[in-house]
């Protein structure tokens, strides 16, 4: 589904991925661990199209298709997403507004007919009931005045609703507790699917302990340094990076 | 003996109109008073960038050479124009029209308004010698209500009596059609303990032509006004707008603006606290584009303890578009314990556009809090790949963010279908579903 293949970008000229290679195939969930400053988020907006960053060298394919060619929003359309580490406040855009906005702008773009409004509204309303999002939240403006918490869910529930095919989550559980990590892991995994992939972005192994992967990758400044099974996490969290970073706490 | 300036061919041109209007227009006793006006005109000159208060809007470089009193129109043009021009629809509302400077009470909702409030229109007003101009301190010898003053043709005069509260809003729509110049003043009196919704609608078409209008609210003790005004003049149009509120005690006075047409806007409000206790929010949002100029100045003068005002204003330019924000509180020394707060937002969709910001505090009361802001920037980024990350193309994903800038202005309008109908004129403006 996704390969990235000898990946490197800059900002600014600090060299931030310095080869990263990556294979995802079709169901797979892959997790990425790493000190801070290794370039995960990197990773993460860079996948989808954020332009503050140069790409000087590599590939990353999407079922073939060259992905840096593509607009965010062309990436969207073909089945890509990302849930946010920060999802960003929009005053005076409401919640449900932007979300049959992007729904129907991402059909159109495949060709697709528009839902209708009542459709929308049914699928909303299920969708929001699972993952604990209020009528009063889809009112609002786009995160507006959410909690870290009600951000997070806020994403889970863009993620349910356009069903990408490929979903990073970008240290989804940073600002949970433990019960909204439990609603958060329990959306994602309802959406886990042999069509879908996953790349998950987490400090810490306890994420995984909801969300199981099948390969966890240790990144370290700009490359992926080992690839594990879910065990690897476990050892990671026990004994921390030093085994990566030649010594240097993280 | 006068000092003539009046030199560039268009000043010569408005002089011509000037004088050759005076006999035809209504009411012998005013001519006095409209010939003070004139003789003020003669003396000044059209207003332009050397004068402080016309810096960034000079009408003398604007005016055309080119000048004509608006004509009769027909009945079959109005309705025509009317199915075509873009103004807030389905809105329940009484409406009052105005078509060229003139009031017409065959296309005006009379009947409806007939027990609810007295309607005199202003023509009638001057022709029985019952129309006396109650000028502001603060607002006289304004340019633009100097012309005003010295062309008036007509207008509505509207009042609500004391206790009075109307359900619906009373719609006044100037419509011009044909090209020429129109002038009109109306005057809305809120009595005590009354409450009001006045919508303002500046409409008309493709062909050059330049409205000089005025509106007067007096809002008794206790009373409530909330106006919205929209001007959607057409492509050519000069729109000189002036507005003046006295507010008594314990009175609210909202004033929303939505400019987006026209060649050249510029709009002043004059306010006036006279009672305490009362509270006056006065918003605008702005977009326009082409070469488009739209000013907006404003004048709050606290001149009593304990009131409040607010004014939040938002621009949006692209192309090469110029906006102009002026804005004065103006706290005398009796007015202690004054609030006034001041904020003035630009939104610069291109490189070429420009805003001309200038917030400005006169306070000589030493028991206030004022403040005032001034922002101008681009869109944000960040907010732009939020949209599009989630499949929102580019160009929509702008247009959002564009009516969320000026939907938060908008949202201040205390009744929400009018809401409803700015943000969809809004959306119809940026060619956005909504």
């Known amino acids: 589904m996704l390969e990235i293949k000898n990946l490197h970008a800059e900002v600014e000229g600090n060299k931030i991925l310095r080869g990263i290679d990556l294979t995802i195939k079709a169901g797979e969930v892959h997790a990425i661990m790493g000190p801070n400053g290794s370039g995960k988020s990197t990773l993460s907006y860079v996948l989808a199209g954020k332009d503050d960053y140069e790409i000087t060298e590599g590939e990353i394919l999407f079922f073939g298709e060259d992905v840096l060619e593509m607009e965010p929003e062309e990436r969207a359309a073909v089945g890509m997403f990302l849930a946010m580490q920060y999802p960003i406040e929009i005053p005076g855009v409401a919640n449900m507004t932007f979300l049959k906005t992007a729904l129907n702008a991402q059909r159109q773009t495949r060709g697709e007919p528009e839902l209708k409004t009542p459709d929308f509204m049914k699928r909303v309303k299920e969708l929001s009931a699972k993952l604990n999002v209020t009528q009063e939240m889809l009112r609002r403006p786009l995160n507006v005045g959410f909690s870290g918490g009600e951000k997070k869910r806020n994403e889970i529930l863009q993620m349910a609703l356009l069903e990408p095919k490929f979903c990073v989550l970008d240290e989804t559980d940073s600002g949970l507790d433990i019960d909204a990590l439990r609603i958060v892991s329990e959306g994602v995994n309802a959406l886990r699917s042999e069509e879908r992939s996953m790349l998950i972005i987490t400090h810490y192994q306890r994420l995984l302990d909801y969300i199981v992967p099948d390969v966890v990758h240790v990144m370290y400044q700009g490359r992926i340094v080992k690839s594990g099974d879910k065990d690897l996490a476990l050892e990671l969290e026990e004994k921390g990076y030093a085994d990566y970073t030649g010594g240097a706490a993280a | ?434």
């Open chain 2, 1 to 434: 003996m006068t000092l003539t300036v009046v030199k560039t061919p268009s000043e010569e041109a408005l002089a011509a109109l000037l004088d050759g209007a005076q006999a035809a227009l209504p009411g012998k006793d005013f001519a006095s008073v409209r010939a003070d006006a004139v003789e003020k005109f003669r003396s000044e000159g059209l207003p332009n960038r050397r004068v402080e208060e016309w810096k960034y809007s000079d009408l003398k470089r604007v005016m055309p050479k080119d000048l004509s009193l608006a004509g009769e129109v027909s009945a079959d043009e109005i309705s025509k124009q009317m199915a075509v021009v873009p103004r807030l629809r389905g809105l329940d509302c009484d409406r009052l029209v105005l078509v060229n400077g003139v009031f017409r009470a065959d296309l005006s909702d009379l009947d409806a308004l007939q027990g609810k409030v007295s309607l005199t229109p202003v023509s009638k007003a001057l022709e029985e010698g019952a129309f006396v101009l109650d000028e502001l301190e603060i607002a006289k010898g304004d340019r633009a209500l100097t012309l005003n003053t010295a062309l008036l043709q007509d207008g509505v005069i509207i009042d609500v009596a004391d206790g009075v509260e109307l359900e619906r809003p009373i719609e006044i729509l100037s419509l011009m059609i044909g090209g020429g110049m129109a002038t009109t003043r109306n005057r809305v009196s809120v009595g005590k303990n009354a409450k009001a919704f006045i919508l303002e609608t500046f409409v008309g078409d493709e062909q050059a032509y330049q409205v000089n209008e005025a509106i007067d609210f007096r809002i008794a003790d206790g009373a409530s006004l909330s106006v919205s005004r929209l001007l959607s003049e057409g492509v050519n149009a000069l729109h000189l707008g002036s507005t003046t509120a006295i507010l008594g005690e314990k009175s609210h006075f909202e004033h929303f603006t939505m400019s987006t047409g026209g060649q050249f806007t510029r709009n002043t409000a004059f306010v006036k606290f006279t009672g305490e206790y009362s509270d006056a929010e006065l918003f605008g949002a702005t977009i326009i584009g082409r070469n488009q100029h739209s000013d907006q100045t404003l004048l709050v003068d606290h001149a009593v303890p304990n009131c409040n005002s607010k004014e939040q204003y938002r621009t949006v330019m692209d192309d090469k578009a110029q906006g102009v924000f002026q804005g004065k509180i103006f706290v005398r020394q009796p007015a202690q314990k004054t609030d006034g707060q001041m904020m003035s937002q630009a939104l610069l969709l291109s490189e070429d556009a420009a805003f001309f910001n200038k917030p400005e505090l006169e306070i000589f009361a030493d028991d206030v809090q004022c403040a005032h802001g001034a922002t101008c920037g681009e869109l944000d980024e960040d907010l732009l790949f939020y949209l599009r990350a989630r499949g929102i193309p580019l160009d929509k994903a702008k247009k959002m963010l564009v009516l969320a800038f000026l939907a938060e202005a908008v949202e201040h309008v205390s009744n929400d279908a009018v809401v409803e109908a700015l943000e969809g004129f809004i959306a119809d403006w940026l060619g956005l579903d909504h």
